[in-house]
């Protein structure tokens, strides 16, 4: 070793200490861990002489001391403009969730569908799905939303002309009505009968299938519907519907899914399904093209080795990047505010941000808000992918 | 593993001592040592801050981002403009990243008090009102019940119409829009009834419109709206150097200087006033402002004064066409006052 430099040989200790692989170790791990607490520290203590130089407190206490005073156009729970920021936030919280669940739906069910398509021997039914896919992954998101969003208000008809499906479905470019059930005095009986039917039918299916037998999907749904239309006789019809009439600017009544929902979800749903598809693609290509044949000389037919042999195994491989797919959908919805879709972002994290000047509070709560759901589903993803792991021997 | 958090804390504690001294210094040197103002404007309002066909920036925003470089640089044209939303313009302000707000900003009671800004004068007293299309039939505000509205959000436009359906217990659907374009496209696509902002953005969107006769703007004012001039709360000296160039070019209104006759003026006029304010003699207090005696001659003859700067933008004569009205001179019978330069 003649690597020795001038100010080594002046500390003889340093240089032998400097060869020990784990001195050396510790000390680049120190290092790191410096610099990245003093970077850290650093940037609290900026934030901290900045509040102070502008005479600013840090606290949470605005949001249940001050009134919202705006008012939101898509509320699961009720709200007026009087309640606090809080309980804004928590209908933008809702607001996200609700678009996110109905994305992931729809995108898991787009994506399963084209990602095997894209698979199919049927040379058309390919290369649509090869289409859909390119087109759903090659565009910005932002974009896709805006087009649905310029879709529905430019195109579907004014609230006077609406497309009416059989008197209870409208369609304008204020949003698509729908009749909402009423849940009358002796409605929980008919609920419960419905629980209680479903519970069962899942039951005997299981015992069925585990005992090497079949359910057919038509016992199924006697068993429910069945029991269900007596309950309903039996109370004297307990739930009726809302049924959206039209008058004067706009519907009343039902339930609406607002343009701006509507478009943000199509557009989460449609731009990740492309995503979803190609991780469906490269899942099912993982599995040996043996368990297949095998499938196939059992005399199970496409769709069955598909069902039964392909996809079990495939879904090993698909659910770890699937988890990444829900997270980016998830938080890609916070481009709800490009159309005025009133989510967490929209109202924490804007109008609420905006009207009290509580920046650094509110954009820390979005923050932690988001690492909370997306721990969450990954949490619950994780759980899932251990369920249907290989079994170790 | 047990040096570890000495090191650790020795660390932390370094790195809280080097950060202490970021406090506000003088917005004046910083602006003067960098050479040009940094300007908060909107993201496009014909006739405040928007761009003509030419790309330039022009309005009664930008206008006055073009008479504070005038008053503190000599010069004009030595702006940056950043055109900021609803959302992002206060933080902006506070934070450093512009040095003053000229953005149809509404001075409110909490803007002024808890968002820690200095609002310096009112240069437009405006009021907000609803925009119909003319085939609704609608002749009042309080016709609207259940209505969609579409109005700015995170603007005081949003919290007066929530006001204004409450205070007349009738329901509407509002439709919030994250800056005027989307507003107005949603609009013309019909996607709300009517469109809520202040009364000189409604005439600005009725003269936009391919034909404004189809448009109505109903004559219910909700909301007083003064807008005015913002910058950042603690540097008294910036936020006088922005008060006094906006009185200055009221002030040059009210006494016939124009930006023709400026100099022409400050040479012959007789009047004490005038000859202070010019710098034809001496005026007591303008070094604590930091500005020099030629300050005013480079606002007026570069900039013009506040009828100049009215009938350009947003006057009678040009598209926009809005009255003087409540923005006439005080002596006119408008609201439009300077405080006097002694």
């Known amino acids: 070793m003649n690597t020795l430099s001038p100010a080594a040989t002046a500390h003889p200790g340093l240089p032998r200490l400097w060869r020990d692989g784990r001195v050396r170790a510790i000390a680049v791990q120190l290092i790191a861990l410096t610099v990245i607490f003093g970077t850290g520290a650093w940037m609290l203590g900026n934030v901290a002489a900045n509040f102070a130089a502008l005479d600013k407190t840090f606290g949470f206490s605005f949001l249940w001391r001050l009134p919202a005073n705006y008012d939101i156009n898509q509320t699961l729970i009720d709200y007026s403009n009087r309640d606090s920021h809080l309980r804004a936030a928590l209908v933008g919280l809702l607001n996200t969730g609700l678009v996110s669940v109905v994305a992931i739906a729809l995108a898991t069910l787009m994506g399963f569908t084209v990602g095997t398509l894209r698979l199919s021997r049927n040379w058309l039914a390919a290369r649509l799905a090869w289409l859909w896919v390119e087109f759903a992954r090659n565009t910005p998101l932002l974009l896709l939303i805006l087009l649905f969003h310029g879709v529905i208000v430019h195109f579907l008809p004014h609230p006077r002309r609406a497309l009416g499906v059989g008197d209870a479905l409208f369609l304008t470019n204020r949003g698509f009505y729908m009749p909402r059930p009423l849940f009358e005095a002796g409605s929980w009986t008919v609920v419960l009968v419905l629980a209680l039917g479903l519970a069962a039918a899942w039951f005997l299916r299981r015992r069925a299938t585990s005992r090497g037998g079949a359910f057919p999907w038509w016992a199924g749904a006697a068993l429910v519907a069945v029991p269900v239309a007596a309950a309903c006789i039996f109370a004297g019809a307990p739930v009726a519907f809302d049924i959206p009439v039209h008058r004067g600017f706009n519907f009343r009544g039902g339930i609406v899914l607002t343009p701006e929902f509507v478009a943000l979800a199509a557009a989460l749903a449609f731009f990740t399904s492309g995503f979803i598809a190609e991780t469906v693609r490269a899942g099912i290509l993982s599995v040996k093209t043996g368990q297949k044949e095998a499938a196939r000389a059992l005399g199970l037919s496409e769709f069955q080795t598909l069902r039964f042999v392909v996809l079990p195994q495939a879904m090993r491989a698909i659910v770890p990047p699937l988890t990444s797919e829900y997270l980016a959908l998830v938080k890609n919805s916070s481009l709800a505010i490009a159309i005025g879709y009133m989510d967490l972002v929209a109202t924490l994290g804007g109008v609420t941000l905006t009207q009290t000047g509580r920046e650094m509070e509110a954009m820390f709560l979005v923050l932690a808000i988001y690492l909370g759901i997306s721990l969450g589903i990954s949490g619950a993803m994780n759980f899932y992918n251990r369920r249907i792991a290989m079994p170790l021997r | ?342």
């Open chain 2, 1 to 342: 593993m047990k040096t570890i958090i000495p090191i650790l804390a020795a660390v932390l504690a370094a790195g809280t001592i080097v950060v202490s001294a970021t406090a506000q210094g003088g917005t004046l040197d910083d602006v003067r040592k960098r050479g040009y103002l940094q300007c908060g404007t909107s993201t496009g309002l014909a006739g405040f801050s928007a761009p003509d066909d030419k790309g330039v920036w022009r309005g009664i925003d930008i206008d006055w981002c073009h008479a504070l470089a005038a008053a503190v640089l000599g010069d004009r044209d030595k702006i940056k403009i950043k055109n900021l939303t609803g959302k992002t313009n206060y933080t902006s302000l506070r934070s450093g990243a512009i040095d003053i707000l000229s953005r149809t900003a509404t001075w409110t009671f909490s803007r002024d008090t808890d968002l820690q800004l200095t609002f310096v004068g009112t240069y437009f007293y405006d009021g907000q009102g609803f925009i119909v299309p003319a085939d609704l039939g609608v002749k009042s505000a309080k016709e609207l019940d259940g209505a969609s509205v579409c109005a700015t959000t995170g603007s005081t436009s949003e919290l007066n119409v929530a006001d204004f359906f409450r205070a007349n217990n009738i329901s509407y659907e509002p439709v919030p829009m994250e800056s005027y374009t989307e507003a107005r496209a949603a609009y013309l696509a019909k996607r709300c009834d009517a469109f809520s902002t202040d009364g000189s953005g409604l005439a600005v969107m009725r003269a936009s419109m391919n034909d404004p006769s189809a448009h109505v703007i109903l004559p219910e004012v909700i909301s007083k709206e003064p807008l005015s001039l913002v910058v950042r709360q603690g540097d008294d000296q910036w936020a006088d150097i922005a008060r006094w160039t906006l009185n200055l070019v009221i002030a040059a209104e009210e006494m016939g200087i124009t930006s023709r006759n400026v100099r022409e003026m400050r040479d012959k006029a007789t009047n004490p006033e005038i000859r202070r304010m010019l710098g034809a003699d001496r005026l007591q207090g303008l070094e604590s402002l930091g500005l020099g005696t030629d300050w005013a001659v480079n606002v007026i003859e570069q900039v013009g004064n506040y009828g100049e700067i009215y009938a350009r933008n947003i006057g009678p004569g040009t598209p926009l066409n809005i009255e003087r009205g409540l923005n006439r001179q005080w002596k006119d019978g408008g609201l439009i006052y300077s405080r006097p330069f002694r």
